[in-house]
């Protein structure tokens, strides 16, 4: 009987399960520094909720969870697998009216969606979000802003920046260009592409828009626009116009000043007018966090969406958040080999010289875990030789052996893979000489 | 709008969810001290993977995916969540044959089942297991033991003991009472109910599965050894026959001694000669932790099953495991109130004085930050009576003020909640109090 994974999905075996374990650990600590709070929900919602906001985009991303019992056999779905945490969210401030404002939660979690598998892409994968429900306030941004860099920068990311730009201004621009309605969506979408179609790329898209050479110098006018922050967003309330520009634009002054207050270098944060992400979601700031050395893009993203916690209830609900990718991250420091040792691997492997000795051996390791020393007792049979190679291919750097000699003199035998040296010890200075190098960490 | 979770779902909302964080974390931390490794699989499998081993039954249990594209009209399914841990481990044992044995493995993750919910009876829910695959050894059933009963006790579980058996002393029970194929596992649910139905109930419900007056007093005779651990096993040894009985009697030997040897306390392992759980699926000795005080039951439990693993290969795959009952874990916890304050959340909240002092305010929650003090600025907007009732509401101890005052004169107001006392100092004086603050935990 041969088997496989379900298309899209992987095993984590130890060494990269450690991995997940230990950046999911720094994030949760980089949150709880922050003020965030953690909350859990269900894999699956009633497809009723998740279908509330995505539509049919969305449908044809879930995976549907078949009836129990009667509609099975019609193939009817009554559940879902969620394929974001912001639907969930909106769900529980809905059905959480005492939760007290602001709510700040982060949640990591898999997510799964029906996409054809490639490479970097799957169908189940963990997203990792913090946001902030009931605040207006840009210092609620700037926040979400900081949080997602103290938590690249606790990983080891060490060059990256912040890109900020705002959707009312996107809107702006679309509207100065005479794109409205769907034209502007399609305008944005193109603008999105930026990065990999290039500018003369975007130019003849805009034309294929229907967009006359004069409508495409104004939208050009803003993407050209260079300097520094303040000339960028100077540049920008000059040439675009409409109620909601200046207010934009303030909510980016404000928010560049109190990102910087929350610890973020000023020359890591960088207004870019091409910045158009999240199209239909975001109602406010944008921001996205892009790794320039090594040079692998967009990392982090998020912004504000008040329009969208609300859906399940009465009134609205304002909100902004950054979603990290867990996935991408994980690649990254796998490939750039950012991760260090695992610390929560054996420092003893405790071998069982032979049957008459198993005892000893047994308490040997007991002693050395009550010492809280991470300790593999090897519980397989096979001859000393079988046992120390095992230490050796599990990189365990230290073997306890208890012969008869040892145990009949009250000692024991402690050898360091590396060298294979092996000296004769109480078990007292085994342990000290162990935890010695466990709190060294090498 | 209104909106409901999926039924036998749960959120977590922060306090809970730390609960959860909080235990596993411990669980984490003892898995590692006794050599563990963690192991991820993803949450749904391809439907012949689950169905491979469980048949029916397991069938009926399945949260079915419907497929995507063709086949969805006629409710075709092709994948199924994983209601347990136990088969994802079997499949990851055939497609990597270069796990070095013995494999021993941890993994605490949902698992899903469409059960009717009932109180305390999830839909989805945690399941916790730590595994030895590889091993036919008794020290690997006694490290599974030893591993769940350090668990307990790292998460402060005081007064529980360890009842122990062995399948094959069941399957010799039932043999010498007539009781072969088919009764033989009708038999074993009847003894798995004594604690239920008491022994009066279990007589008769032998009798009604037609087992005579003396066959009945076979099956006493057994169940109803008393004594110490070396008169029971004599008894069983004695009173029962056939070709495996001595080699159980053996092994439950071994185990109890090599228990005692990895640090679980003589008095509490217990053989139980009632104790029959698992009875489609163990071959060997089968264990089960139970809490007396508080009187909660069974909170973990395993055995040795050596046909399961193999079922997906070539060769029979030896394995011995215990699951935790994480969610009874947790519900018991907070019950008993055994969760000591939460460390993860703010120790202090940064007030915003006014909109003239934000960026003050914002530099501060900075500078804690960079101290590792977990800090919760107040990004809304409100009174500062106002964001003083939201650090109070959510128990957080300190909180910081910058007034017009302060800030002239570079100073800051840090207010104890408790008290209300408020002191005037720097920011290194605020730093150091809190600090010490978080170091006493208290």
């Not at 078949?66 to 909106?90: M, N, Q, W």
């Not at 091409?274 to 040079?295: I, K, N, Q, S």
């Not at 020393?373 to 190679?389: E, I």
């Amino acid at each position: 009987m041969s088997v496989h994974l379900a298309r899209g999905t992987r095993d984590f075996l130890p060494d990269e399960a450690a991995h997940r374990h230990h950046v999911i650990g720094q994030l949760q600590e980089v949150f709880a520094r922050h003020g965030f709070e953690p909350l859990e929900t269900p894999a699956f919602e009633r497809i009723e909720t998740l279908t509330g906001k995505y539509g049919d985009e969305g449908q044809k991303l879930m995976f549907k969870i078949l009836k129990r019992g009667a509609g099975s056999e019609r193939g009817e779905c009554d559940l879902a697998l969620r394929y974001d945490l912001t639907v969930p969210l909106a769900r529980v401030i809905a059905m959480n009216p005492g939760l007290r404002m602001p709510f700040k939660r982060w949640q990591a979690a898999p997510v799964w969606r029906a996409e054809r598998p490639a490479r970097g892409r799957f169908r189940e994968f963990w997203q990792c979000d913090a946001d902030i429900v009931g605040s207006t306030e840009p210092l609620a941004d700037a926040q979400c802003v900081a949080v997602a860099v103290d938590a690249l920068q606790t990983l080891g990311f060490q060059r990256f920046t912040v890109r900020l730009n705002d959707r009312r201004l996107l809107a702006a621009l679309a509207r100065g260009a005479g794109a409205v309605g769907p034209l502007e969506i399609k305008l944005l979408i193109t603008l999105d592409k930026l990065d990999k179609i290039g500018r003369d790329g975007v130019d003849s898209s805009m034309a294929e828009l229907g967009l006359g050479e004069e409508r495409r110098g104004r939208v050009w006018q803003i993407l050209d626009l260079s300097g520094d922050n303040d000339t960028i967003l100077d540049g920008m309330e000059a040439g675009l116009s409409g109620g909601s520009v200046s207010e934009a634009i303030a909510s980016l002054r404000a928010v560049l000043e109190l990102a910087e207050a929350l610890g973020v270098e000023p020359d890591q944060l960088r207004i870019d007018p091409t910045l158009a992400r999240g199209l239909d979601y975001y109602t406010g700031p944008v921001f996205e966090l892009v790794v320039e050395e090594p040079r692998i893009g967009s990392i982090a993203g998020g912004g504000r969406y008040d329009d969208l916690v609300g859906i399940f209830g009465k009134k609205a609900v304002p909100a902004v958040g950054v979603a990290l990718g867990l996935e991408r991250i994980l690649i990254v420091m796998q490939e750039l080999d950012m991760f260090g040792p695992r610390t929560d691997t054996a420092t003893v492997m405790v071998a069982v010289y032979d049957e008459a000795l198993r005892l000893e051996a047994t308490r040997v390791a007991t002693a050395l875990r009550r010492a809280a020393v991470h300790t593999d007792l090897f519980v397989g049979s096979g001859s000393l030789r079988s046992q120390l190679k095992h230490a050796h291919a599990k990189a365990i750097p230290w073997a306890v052996i208890v012969g008869p000699d040892e145990a009949a003199a009250g000692l024991l035998g402690l050898k360091e893979m590396a060298t294979g040296e092996q000296e004769t010890l109480t078990l007292d200075e085994a342990i000290a000489r162990v935890q010695a190098y466990e709190r060294r960490g090498s």
